[in-house]
């Protein structure tokens, strides 16, 4: 039972991991060329934040109770779009000092 439950959630991870836009981009932004975008990409946090804000005002209006499932996925791409920002920060930065240390390695020699 536990072992196809965790090979049901291996294949819901993949899945999503390779067909959700949200997650599609951040993968981008985690490549070395895409490292400079994690900043910028923090501002995509706001309009998850306001549609979040608009559908519990919904609810509380008297919409659909599965509206909530709307908010929690919101509110989960916009923490993850606020997390890429920092991470990236510290990604660019190991990667440039790599970059620095194996530029100066092959000055020496």
């Not at 910028?40 to 609810?59: D, E, G, Q």
């Not at 509206?67 to 929690?72: C, F, P």
């Amino acid at each position: 039972m536990i072992r196809s439950l965790w090979a049901l959630s291996i294949h819901i991870r993949a899945f999503l991991r390779r067909y959700m836009p949200t997650n599609i981009l951040l993968d981008a932004i985690r490549t070395r060329r895409g490292l400079k975008w994690g900043v910028p990409a923090m501002l995509l946090a706001v309009p998850y934040l306001v549609i979040a804000s608009t559908c519990t005002k919904l609810i509380d209006n008297g919409a659909p109770e599965w509206m909530h499932l709307i908010v929690l996925l919101c509110i989960w791409n916009a923490l993850k779009f606020f997390w890429i920002g920092p991470v990236s920060l510290v990604h660019l930065v190991r990667t440039d000092a790599r970059k620095r240390r194996a530029h100066q390695a092959v000055q020496r020699l």
